[in-house]
């Protein structure tokens, strides 16, 4: 094994993400004085209808169906243990297994778009904290699982792209996709695209059927029972943006209002330019993967809520201008500043809109009950109603609920402060 060998790389992107994570659990139990809580109430929401699941029912209540969950394969992971302290401790366990997961595939990429040396080593371990995959562990969501399948998914098109063989485990990412979150369907519908364009009809036509058949299953599930095919969750965040008024065009212009939204494009338009590229070209699969679900999210996705839904697209867009770009650098200088250059650049951009921590309105969103559960009030859109979870949070506890979405930019305030300091 070299020392910037792939299994070098993959190791110190893992080390990195523990370390990153570790880091990010100490800021939080400092904000909370100690207490170790999932900082968004979601989480207990589905640890709620794991619950409700295990004893044959569905919702957040028990006897109350209701259509709660916008990641069905996420709250069947949460099954086990159901009712018992224990249970609590999956989302951590799945979130941490993903980090894990991702970090590793990210080292992978990073060797095989090119990245060799001392640099290379410094850019996998600072990659799970520089894009937030870290950030995203602590929520204790389902969106760490998804971008790490995400990131297997492009792992596997650029080993196809390799061998000319579609690998096994492609098969069940595309599946798995669109169970983990709605934005999973635009990558999994992208794999057939790609696969059919290279002739390969029999193949495409079965992972069209994976990408799409398991989330139909899910639909018609809903559908049985008598509750909304759409997620009650997705409905409101859809009402609050423009898509539902103005169309996919009206969401875009929404989303590039912001820091992420220009980022997120940047990127697509990135993997999309090497195309004009000898290079470029033969790696085309790449570019179907990586700009085409960028800018379905621009079109169609949200943006922000914690900053935790654009996560996996901005890892899967610094991973496409990688495999795309750094094989074309020529000088080795170059090529081994480039990687650590666009990861840092990418942490920095994070940093300015990753500020949720002090503006979120935590006011009026919570209720501490007799028994000390949490109530979880919602406004969203029309609607209003409270929903009720297995939350044991005080209420001084809630004012760090976001604390894991402005990890730069309390890092980076320390840092200013010691350096005033010490000057």
């Given at each position: 094994m070299t020392p910037?060998?792939?299994?070098?790389?993959?190791?110190?992107a893992v080390a990195?993400?523990?370390?990153?994570?570790?880091?990010?659990a100490a800021v939080i139990l400092s904000a909370t004085n100690g207490v170790a809580e999932y900082p968004l109430d979601d989480v207990y929401i589905h640890l709620a209808i794991a619950e409700q699941i295990a004893s044959g029912g569905y919702g957040v209540n028990a006897g109350e169906a209701a259509s709660a969950s916008s990641s069905p394969l996420y709250s069947l992971l949460l099954v086990p243990f159901a009712g018992t302290d224990f249970q609590r401790l999956l989302p951590l366990f799945w979130n941490l297994l993903a980090l894990g997961a991702a970090s590793w595939l990210f080292g992978l990429i990073l060797w095989r778009a090119g990245a060799r040396g001392p640099a290379a080593i410094v850019t996998a371990f600072i990659v799970p904290l520089s894009l937030n995959i870290c950030g995203?562990?602590?929520?204790?969501?389902?969106?760490?699982?998804?971008?790490?399948?995400?990131?297997?998914?492009?792992?596997?098109?650029v080993r196809y792209v390799d061998t000319g063989r579609l690998p096994g485990w492609l098969f069940p990412c595309v599946a798995i996709l669109p169970l983990l979150r709605p934005e999973g369907i635009a990558l999994a519908l992208c794999v057939p695209l790609v696969v059919g364009l290279r002739r390969e009809l029999r193949s495409a036509l079965v992972l069209a059927t994976l990408a799409v058949l398991p989330l139909t299953a899910s639909v018609a599930i809903l559908y049985g029972l008598g509750l909304p095919v759409m997620p009650n969750s997705v409905a409101a965040k859809l009402a609050l943006g423009a898509v539902t008024t103005g169309g996919p065009l009206a969401q875009m212009a929404e989303n590039l209002t912001g820091s992420s939204g220009r980022l997120l494009l940047g990127l697509a338009l990135g993997c999309l330019a090497a195309l004009a590229t000898s290079s470029g070209r033969a790696m085309w699969p790449v570019v179907v993967v990586t700009a085409l679900p960028l800018l379905a999210h621009l079109f169609a996705g949200q943006i922000g809520w914690y900053n935790r839904y654009e996560g996996y697209s901005i890892s899967l867009g610094v991973a496409g201008i990688?495999?795309?770009?750094?094989?074309?650098?020529?000088?080795a200088a170059v090529r081994a500043a480039m990687p650590l250059v666009l990861?840092?650049?990418?942490?920095?951009?994070?940093?300015r809109y990753v500020d949720t921590c002090t503006r979120q309105r935590a006011r009026g969103l919570f209720a501490a009950g007799p028994d000390g559960a949490v109530r979880s009030r919602f406004r969203q859109g029309t609607g209003g109603g409270e929903r009720s979870g297995p939350c044991r949070m005080a209420q001084s506890e809630l004012r760090a609920r976001s604390v894991w979405s402005c990890q730069w930019r309390r890092l980076k305030n320390a840092a200013w402060q010691s350096a005033a300091r010490m000057g």
């Amino acid at each position: 094994m070299t020392p910037s060998g792939p299994r070098s790389l993959a190791v110190a992107a893992v080390a990195g993400a523990a370390g990153g994570f570790a880091l990010l659990a100490a800021v939080i139990l400092s904000a909370t004085n100690g207490v170790a809580e999932y900082p968004l109430d979601d989480v207990y929401i589905h640890l709620a209808i794991a619950e409700q699941i295990a004893s044959g029912g569905y919702g957040v209540n028990a006897g109350e169906a209701a259509s709660a969950s916008s990641s069905p394969l996420y709250s069947l992971l949460l099954v086990p243990f159901a009712g018992t302290d224990f249970q609590r401790l999956l989302p951590l366990f799945w979130n941490l297994l993903a980090l894990g997961a991702a970090s590793w595939l990210f080292g992978l990429i990073l060797w095989r778009a090119g990245a060799r040396g001392p640099a290379a080593i410094v850019t996998a371990f600072i990659v799970p904290l520089s894009l937030n995959i870290c950030g995203l562990a602590t929520a204790g969501m389902e969106h760490t699982l998804h971008l790490a399948f995400s990131l297997a998914t492009l792992w596997a098109i650029v080993r196809y792209v390799d061998t000319g063989r579609l690998p096994g485990w492609l098969f069940p990412c595309v599946a798995i996709l669109p169970l983990l979150r709605p934005e999973g369907i635009a990558l999994a519908l992208c794999v057939p695209l790609v696969v059919g364009l290279r002739r390969e009809l029999r193949s495409a036509l079965v992972l069209a059927t994976l990408a799409v058949l398991p989330l139909t299953a899910s639909v018609a599930i809903l559908y049985g029972l008598g509750l909304p095919v759409m997620p009650n969750s997705v409905a409101a965040k859809l009402a609050l943006g423009a898509v539902t008024t103005g169309g996919p065009l009206a969401q875009m212009a929404e989303n590039l209002t912001g820091s992420s939204g220009r980022l997120l494009l940047g990127l697509a338009l990135g993997c999309l330019a090497a195309l004009a590229t000898s290079s470029g070209r033969a790696m085309w699969p790449v570019v179907v993967v990586t700009a085409l679900p960028l800018l379905a999210h621009l079109f169609a996705g949200q943006i922000g809520w914690y900053n935790r839904y654009e996560g996996y697209s901005i890892s899967l867009g610094v991973a496409g201008i990688l495999l795309l770009w750094l094989p074309r650098m020529r000088t080795a200088a170059v090529r081994a500043a480039m990687p650590l250059v666009l990861v840092g650049f990418v942490g920095l951009i994070y940093s300015r809109y990753v500020d949720t921590c002090t503006r979120q309105r935590a006011r009026g969103l919570f209720a501490a009950g007799p028994d000390g559960a949490v109530r979880s009030r919602f406004r969203q859109g029309t609607g209003g109603g409270e929903r009720s979870g297995p939350c044991r949070m005080a209420q001084s506890e809630l004012r760090a609920r976001s604390v894991w979405s402005c990890q730069w930019r309390r890092l980076k305030n320390a840092a200013w402060q010691s350096a005033a300091r010490m000057g």
